[in-house]
């Protein structure tokens, strides 16, 4: 039997509500431990995520660099962006954030690797999708504003970015992710196992 992750869901005998935003809110939960003792969890409901890891014929995947106001910095990161409506399907979510932020379109795309980023204090889902094939799309592009508006492209060899990730150069967690389950796949003869692009998820269920 292989090593997986399960689902289990300890007893909450109150839930608040302190702070709702625009997307994303804050629970406060006691919860009963094992011993019987009760605790109280803080954290952030998120409505989860995509991102693409978009690789061409050149072995480059493309990223983009933006700024991210809670950590000071620009990060250099692969097109993502959140699940906007209940129950979206991932895939389309995610084309449409290829095209919005890179105007690229893609034939080919597989599951790469599902990821909760900080469970500890979030419940944010994301679903990390290779994409492959690549052409950009013709024609009227979308309209970008504020972080998005100041968005630096480019693409880079995928070796170099895994050796920017071991040095400890490059920080997005999607990145991160992807790069290295990537190289892990193709070095493992792995690439035409991934799991196809509408696979479950069980973290957010989605119809096809």
């Not at 399960?6 to 625009?22: I, M």
């Not at 431990?33 to 995520?49: A, I």
């Not at 900080?118 to 504020?146: I, K």
Request: aromatic share 6%.
């Amino acid at each position: 039997m292989g090593i997986k992750d399960n689902a289990e869901e300890w007893r909450v005998t109150e839930t608040k509500t302190p702070f709702v935003g625009n997307k994303t809110s804050v629970v406060t939960d006691a919860v009963v431990m094992p011993d019987g003792s009760t605790v109280t969890r803080d954290y952030q409901v998120h409505p989860g995520s995509v991102a693409v890891l978009a690789l061409d014929e050149q072995d480059r995947v493309l990223v983009l660099k933006q700024y991210r106001h809670p950590v000071r910095q620009r990060l250099w990161e692969i097109p993502a962006g959140l699940l906007d409506i209940p129950g979206e399907n991932p895939l389309r979510a995610a084309q449409r954030e290829l095209y919005e932020e890179a105007h690229v379109k893609a034939e080919d795309w597989r599951v790469l690797t599902d990821v909760y980023t900080t469970p500890g204090g979030c419940d944010e889902a994301v679903r990390v999708f290779l994409a492959r094939d690549l052409s950009d799309v013709e024609g009227e592009r979308f309209e970008v504003s504020e972080e998005e508006a100041d968005m630096e492209l480019a693409r880079v060899p995928l070796d170099e970015l895994v050796r920017g990730v071991l040095a400890g150069d490059l920080h997005n967690n999607c990145l991160v992710v992807g790069v290295l389950s990537l190289a892990a796949a193709r070095a493992a003869g792995a690439l035409d196992d991934l799991r196809p692009a509408q696979a479950p998820w069980p973290a957010r269920p989605f119809e096809v």
